[in-house]
């Protein structure tokens, strides 16, 4: 992970109070606005996704990572450069599939969740489900599709936050005729 | 501590979100206001908790400078660039900022130039100033970067000069 510096934002740090009350701030809008649970999910997924379409340019002009040869790769560059350089963790991968095509993310620590506490009526919530979003997003820029879920969450009283990242198929460039 | 980025991108989701849903720039910062407050409400307790613990701030001279200094540092990074009072009213304040997070990342669109997103940071300086016992109204405006106009309550500025001299 080599980085040139000097270049605008680049390695601008901020402290992860303002990121974390403001996500609150919008998933508590979520759910004001929405009836029920299911469209704050949806509605968060579908903003991680327009967050992970912009973010995936981002990353690849910072981290000078090139093309992921399979999908363990991918996972690395996910858990090791990826989420250290916007959140500031690293989360664990564990629970590969015997295909290869599937694996976990353990979060600890995660920044999003900080000073959150579900209210009882809220348990099919999936607080930080715009990960989800960013996730499935960022992968399909690199003609990755992908399917995420969150499958164990602290904040519904499992031990790990565990986000499951499934391989579903590469995305095949189809160009009009005449194109390029 | 997390990237400057993951923030920027977030905050113009959010932002984006709510144009959505508001027919007015008005109504647009409205909402962003509404949930500055959010923010504000929370980051309060835990600062105050942190940085002054077992005290709070009775003077409005105080409660100021804890806004430009505590406050700013813990969520922007740094101290806000001025603090004024207007000549003309002493209820009126300003805390200017040159360079404002919240527009680091955002251009205006020429045909709603009245927008500002730092009607966030305004929202949310409203209810940390409520909260803390001066009721105030902040707005935001573009003067000399970004200004946050705060304008106190009567009872605030009344109370403020009865605790004079003692």
Known sequence: ?180 | ELSLAAFALLFSELVQYCQRRVGSVAELQERLAQLGHHVGLRALDALVARERPGRRETKVLGVLLFVKGPLWRALFGHDADKLEQANDDDRTFYVIEREPLVNTFVSVPRENSSLNCAAFAAGLLEAVLGASGFPARVSAHWHKGTTLMIKFDEAVIARDKSLEGR
């Open chain 1, 1 to 180: 992970m080599s980085r040139q510096g000097g270049r605008g934002t680049e390695s601008k740090k901020m402290n992860s109070e303002l990121f974390t009350l403001t996500y609150g701030a919008l998933v508590t809008q979520l759910c004001k606005d929405y009836e029920n649970d299911e469209d704050v999910n949806k509605q968060l997924d579908k903003m991680g996704y327009n967050i992970g379409v912009r973010l995936i340019e981002d990353f690849l002009a910072r981290s000078n990572v090139g093309r992921c040869h399979d999908f363990r790769e991918t996972a690395d560059v996910i858990a090791k450069i990826a989420f250290k350089m916007y959140l500031g963790i690293t989360p664990s991968i564990t629970n590969w599939s015997p295909g290869g095509d599937e694996f976990s993310l353990i979060l600890e620590n995660n920044p999003l969740v900080d000073f959150v506490e579900l209210p009882d009526n809220h348990s099919t919530l999936i607080y930080s489900n715009l990960l989800c979003g960013v996730l499935r997003g960022a992968l399909e820029m690199v003609q990755m599709a992908v399917d995420v879920k969150f499958v164990q969450d602290t904040l519904k009283g499992d031990s790990v936050t565990e986000i499951r990242m499934k391989f579903i198929r590469r995305i095949e460039d189809n160009l009009p005729a005449g194109e390029e």
